[in-house]
């Protein structure tokens, strides 16, 4: 879209003269990839410098202890490769800078494109930037079109992108889209000196990292309290807003939360466990890592013994449900036993028999039999006949005697559709009545539903 308003228009120039090259950023976000490894039969290559060797022992085994390749030294994590030996990965960066009054937040990223026999190879693909004038409450997009390849954008022009912010804007791609880093050297508008956050770089989204400030308070203390660690995991998380008071007490007993996810983790074991996670001595383990051990091998054994509860409590509800579904089939047959109702031509009959389902089903193919609708409870399956033809097989729901459904050859219904429909209707007192009879059919169907609810 070409630059319209005046605002629009001046953001533009400023966007095509004023910004620092965002190829400065390349090799901080170059840093931030893993080395790989891939495996070419029984060969493992490290795509860093395609050394190729024969592992010492299975890939398992040395994945565990850790693969190093032999000829540059690097360590190396694995990665399968997707075409013709190559693969590749990005990492997206935001670079925060100030123009004039403009708080400017642009993206871009680096692929990583590796190859079996190259070295490795790192592009650049510039995204967007928001232009935000806070004074007056306006923000400007600049940018590619969203949508598109891996990183969420296009190769499209950079230009003016319309996004409509009364009704969608929290939901748009660019407000949503975050950077995995702030890049070196991030600069904010003199506004958020307060927080001290100019040359921070952090493993984390930076108009995230403002939005939660804005939001939340407890949040800005834990900006304040400098534990980087911890601030990067509340950016992403909520953990920090439940345990507020642990981070508190923490700062005064001058505990460092080296670990914060773990750390939350053993929070939330304790208090499963019902401990005091207002007692110091039990929330500041000296041994971080092994207290959590201990609480997840000991959480595991409780969560085996519920659920071997549960599987027996479902077992049993599986037999008397098995028991209850044979007896209402004893039941309907001796309830319904010689019961047929006649019109014309047409006699309908009940279906009890499981065979007698299944037949009906495999001659009109539908699905009565595969949906097991004969075992479910309270309800009464009758054929439509003309001689020794199937015509429809008619579902009746004996809870409330209407009819749930009426089916012929493929699902379709004949031209006695509407009789039958209306035959089995003017019949339904006949059906209840025999119901009534047999007492014991409604407890046990009584039973079922419950069972069932
Ligand atoms: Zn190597």
Not at 176 to 202: E, H, M, S, V
Not at 319 to 329: G, H, I
Not at 391 to 398: D, F, Q
């Amino acid at each position: 879209m070409r630059p319209k308003t005046r605002l629009q228009q001046e953001v533009f120039h400023l966007h095509k003269t004023c910004l620092s090259p965002a190829e400065e950023h390349k090799d901080f976000l170059i840093a931030k990839f893993d080395s790989f490894y891939t495996t070419h039969y029984k060969n493992f290559i490290c795509l860093e410098c395609n050394h190729l060797w024969k592992p010492q022992m299975d890939k398992w085994k040395e994945d565990i202890v850790g693969v190093s390749c032999p000829g540059c030294k690097k360590k190396l994590k694995y990665i399968k490769t997707e075409s013709r030996g190559q693969v590749s990965r990005f990492v997206v960066g935001s670079i925060v800078e100030t123009v004039g009054r403009f708080q400017v937040f642009r993206y871009i990223s680096v692929w990583k494109s590796m190859d079996k026999d190259l070295k490795p190879d790192y592009t650049l693909h510039r995204l967007f930037e928001e232009w935000i004038d806070y004074d007056k409450g306006k923000s400007t997009i600049v940018g590619r079109i969203a949508g598109g390849y891996r990183d969420g954008f296009t190769y499209s022009d950079y230009e003016i992108r319309y996004v409509n912010k009364s009704a969608y804007w929290s939901r748009d791609d660019y407000y949503l889209y975050q950077a995995d880093y702030i890049c070196p050297g991030a600069r904010y508008l003199p506004r958020f000196d307060f927080y001290d956050l100019n040359n921070k770089t952090l493993d984390a989204d930076p108009r995230l990292l403002l939005r939660k400030l804005k939001d939340s308070p407890k949040f800005e203390t834990i900006l304040k309290s400098g534990n980087k660690k911890l601030l990067q995991h509340a950016i992403n998380n909520t953990e920090y807003s439940t345990y507020f008071k642990q981070i508190k007490t923490s700062f005064r007993h001058k505990y460092k939360i080296a670990d914060p996810g773990v750390w939350f983790d053993f929070l939330k074991l304790l208090t499963f466990f019902k401990k005091d996670i207002h007692n110091p001595v039990v929330i500041f383990p000296k041994n971080l890592r092994k207290a959590h051990d201990e609480l997840v091998k000991k959480k595991a054994k409780v969560d085996a013994l519920e659920a071997a509860k549960s599987e027996l409590i479902r077992q049993e509800k599986e037999r008397a449900k098995a028991e209850a579904e044979e007896a209402l089939r004893g039941i309907k047959e001796t309830a319904f036993k010689g019961f047929k109702i006649k019109n014309g031509e047409i006699v309908i009959i009940p279906l009890i028999k499981e065979q007698d389902v299944k037949k009906e089903g495999d001659i009109l193919k539908h699905c009565v039999h595969t949906n097991g609708y004969h075992n479910k409870s309270g309800i009464l399956l009758m054929s439509a006949r003309l001689g020794e033809k199937r015509l429809e097989t008619i579902e009746i729901s004996l809870l409330n005697y209407s009819i749930l459904q009426c089916r012929g050859l493929r699902n379709k219904p004949t031209p006695y559709h509407d009789q039958i429909i209306d035959v089995v209707r003017r019949n339904m007192s006949k059906i209840s009545r025999l119901c009534q009879k047999h007492q014991e059919l409604k407890k046990i169907n009584s039973k079922l539903q419950t069972e069932a609810a």
